[in-house]
Structures are given as structure tokens and as C-alpha cells.
């Protein structure tokens, strides 16, 4: 999926940090938008502002806060528990991927440096440290930098989120509700690799589709990913 | 601002631990398994899948607007590649479509 080959190896600095965080900028407005979206959710679903803040703060990973919200237990049972934690997991095996799509680059450094940026990576960070990566450079302390605003900017837009969000008496009048898709499908477009590698997008979002029908709460989602690592495994044997 | 209750405290604890250690778990397994080419595959498909596993019941379940909505943003993604354009584009065009009566 990622080009690890460059031959430099990575560097760590200060100054790394810094580009970092000034490589995320243009994903600040992305994610203070989500993460605003996400605060407004959590209000109508009646979490706490102070739930809605620990969670985008210890978890910072924006599907699977909405669908914890979604099926947030009331009152909270163990086996609400449960369901939220597989549920969590779920959601968010993407970041497993993406995490393992680093290897290559970041494989040479010492693990306390690596394992602190992989806590606090999402897609707009990834996406950033991968362009980079790209580009020739070698400073792995930008992943952690870009990582650490980011995740400043979620919590800061989960709270504002929250608080104005009992003002909007509507929120689909203001297209809040198509901000997760919107986001995914324009995160989609930068893993583009030919039609021939989006087949098995087509069969995770058919299989999601009919799974949607039958199955409980999100679990069309695993059903529709496993669907469309079996089709990209198929593809590997014809090729 | 009341208190959480414990139970609620323990549910984001423990979906806070899963979602770290899924951040560091795919890194982690890079380090110790080799991949055979059809394993590797399936990786590669994975992310890509699960966004359309996500997205298209969504887009299905909300109908038109969503359609219309996701093809503006994929559509200024693809030109300026631009991630709060293509968002913004496509959320106004949710809302003009809703405004329109769709």
C-alpha cells in the first residue's frame, strides 16, 4: 500500500515536531469539523459534555466515538460494556492497517519513540506523514507532532461542538449528519490505486449493504471489510 | 457538571485501551510476521473496504442527498485535492439539496 523503500533512514528532531505540526494544518479544519460534529452527536444522544470530552480525549478516533454514542448503554451495563468495546474494536481495525503501513519507515527507530506516535495517529495524520514520507522526508518526530495538534484540535472542537450544539435545533438542515461519510469518501480518494484495486471496495460496500439488513448494530461493517479482503485476496491469486 | 457515573468511566477506559492497543497492535505484528503476497493483499484491501463497508449503508440509508453529497466531495477531492474544500463542497451540497426539498 505505502512506498517504505526510500533509502533514507528516519531521523528524529525537534524541529521535526515543529513541520509536523505545521505539515497538519490544512487538516485542522477537518478535523475541529468532525470533532464539532462529534460534540453536537454526543449532546443529542444525551452524553455528558464531560463524557463527550474523555472520550474524544482517550480514544480520538472519530467513527467509532459516533458509534458509541449511537449505542451508548443507559443505563451502562456490562453488557452495554461489552458492545461498545467490540464494537470499538471493530470501527476501528482500520487504524490497525494503517499502523502496520508504517513499519517500513519508522521500523529502524526505538520502540518508546515509535509506539507514542502510533497512540495518537488517525487518517488526516497518517495521510500527512505518508505525503511527506513520500516526498524524500526522513524526520519521523513530524508523525508525533502532527499527531499531538491534531489531537488538540479534536478535543478543543469536541467541547465547542457540544456546547453549541444545543443550540442547533436541526442539524440536518446544516448537513452535519453527512459529515462522516462526506469525510471517508474524500479520505477514500487518495488510496485510489485503479479500478482493478477498488473491486473489493465494491464488494465490502455491496456485502455492508445486504449485511445492514440482517445484522445487529455495526457489525455490516466487519461483514463488509472481511468481504472485501476476501475479494482482494481472490484478485491475488489470478494475478 | 455532574460526575460520571463509574460504569460509564470503565466503558471509555476500556474502549480507549482497545483502540490503542489496535494503533500499536498492526505496527507491533509488522515487526514479528512476515506477509505472504495473498496475506499482504488482503491488507491492502482492507482499508478501502471498511470505508465502503461504513459508508455505503449510511449513503443508502440517508438516500439521495447523501449520494449527491459524497460524488461532489469525491469530485473536488479527485481535482484539488483538498480535504476541507472537498468536506465543505460536499456538506453545502447536502444542504442546498435539502433547501431545495430533496
Not at chain 1, 53 to 75: H, K, N, Y
Not at chain 1, 83 to 105: D, M, Q
Not at chain 1, 194 to 206: D, I, L, Q, S
Not at chain 2, 43 to 64: F, T
Amino acid at each position: 500500500m505505502i512506498e517504505g523503500r526510500s533509502s533514507s533512514q528516519p531521523t528524529w528532531s525537534a524541529a521535526g515536531y515543529a513541520e509536523g505540526a505545521w505539515l497538519a494544518v490544512p487538516a485542522m479544519p477537518v478535523m475541529a469539523i468532525f470533532s464539532a460534529a462529534f460534540g453536537v452527536f454526543a449532546g443529542q444522544k444525551g452524553l455528558s459534555l464531560i463524557e463527550a470530552a474523555l472520550m474524544s480525549t482517550f480514544m480520538f478516533a472519530g467513527a467509532s466515538q459516533f458509534v458509541a454514542a449511537e449505542i451508548w448503554g443507559r443505563p451502562m451495563t456490562a453488557a452495554a460494556i461489552a458492545t461498545l468495546v467490540v464494537v470499538t474494536a471493530t470501527v476501528n481495525l482500520r487504524f490497525f492497517l494503517i499502523g502496520a503501513s508504517l513499519r517500513p519507515w519508522l521500523g529502524a527507530l526505538p520502540a518508546w519513540r515509535v509506539y507514542p506516535a502510533l497512540a495518537l495517529l488517525t487518517e488526516p495524520g497518517w495521510l500527512m506523514s505518508i505525503r511527506y514520507r513520500a516526498q524524500g522526508g526522513s524526520d519521523a518526530a513530524i508523525v508525533l507532532g502532527g499527531g499531538f495538534v491534531l489531537w488538540l484540535v479534536w478535543i478543543a472542537g469536541t467541547v465547542s461542538g457540544y456546547m453549541l450544539g444545543t443550540l442547533v435545533a436541526n442539524p440536518q438542515r446544516f448537513g452535519l449528519d453527512l459529515i462522516m461519510p462526506v469525510f471517508f469518501v474524500v479520505m477514500l480518494v487518495p488510496l485510489w490505486r485503479g479500478a482493478r484495486a477498488a473491486v473489493p471496495w465494491v464488494a465490502a460496500g455491496m456485502a455492508a449493504l445486504i449485511a445492514a439488513r440482517f445484522l445487529p448494530g455495526s457489525w455490516y461493517i466487519i461483514a463488509g471489510a472481511f468481504a472485501g479482503a476476501i475479494a482482494g485476496a481472490l484478485q491475488d491469486e489470478q494475478a | 457538571m455532574s460526575r460520571p457515573e463509574p460504569l460509564i468511566l470503565l466503558a471509555i477506559a476500556v474502549m480507549a485501551i482497545a483502540t490503542v492497543l489496535i494503533r500499536v497492535g498492526g505496527y507491533w505484528l509488522m515487526g514479528r510476521v512476515p506477509l505472504t503476497a495473498r496475506v499482504r493483499r488482503m491488507l491492502e484491501a482492507l482499508p478501502g473496504s471498511i470505508v465502503a463497508a461504513i459508508v455505503v449503508p449510511i449513503v443508502a440509508k440517508i438516500g439521495p442527498t447523501a449520494l449527491l453529497a459524497v460524488i461532489a466531495a469525491a469530485v473536488v477531492m479527485i481535482l484539488r485535492r483538498n480535504e476541507l474544500l472537498a468536506v465543505a463542497v460536499g456538506v453545502t451540497v447536502a444542504v442546498v439539496a435539502r433547501g431545495a426539498g430533496a
